[in-house]
């Protein structure tokens, strides 16, 4: 199960609303506590993919360096990362999970349509890199104070 604050629910899906008809992107800091993963910080990132950024999404490197050595600073960790699908399905897709390498960490997708965001998705990347698969995972959300946003 993915735990995560209102706001930082609302903050990705108005990235998603805001970007489309591009894909957004960006990366969940938190903590697994009790078998379920806790978002703690929400950090947006620029899609880098100026091929096909309206259904493919790609994270800097040096945003994903700077948000792990923020984790780190906060006694936490990288637990996830999100994306939209504009005019899409919440459902991943073969290149989401061909490009996905970050195990045991959620895999958020909205859904957006006609400019807006309709349905969330959450899944889990299992397995080995010969035989990962990703897993629904259900979000639950919380009503708590959140941390501020950081943009990487």
Request: charged share 20%; aromatic share 8%.
């Amino acid at each position: 199960m993915l735990k995560i604050s209102k706001a930082d629910y609302d903050l990705i899906r108005w990235e998603a609303k805001r970007s489309y008809p591009h894909e957004c992107c960006g990366i969940l800091l938190g903590n697994v506590v009790e078998g379920h993963r806790q978002v703690t910080l929400t950090l947006t990132c620029e899609n880098m993919r100026v091929d096909s950024p309206a259904d493919r999404y790609s994270i800097n490197p040096e945003q994903v360096i700077a948000a792990l050595k923020l984790a780190r600073s906060r006694g936490e960790s990288i637990i996830g990362f999100y994306h939209s699908h504009p005019d899409h399905s919440p459902n991943y897709s073969s290149t989401d999970l061909a490009e996905a390498h970050w195990f045991d960490c959620s895999y958020v997708i909205t859904s957006v349509e006609h400019g807006t965001p309709t349905s969330t998705a959450s899944f889990v990347l299992v397995g080995s890199e010969d035989k990962k698969v990703f897993q629904g995972e259900s979000i639950e959300i919380v009503a708590n104070q959140r941390s501020p946003v950081y943009a990487t």
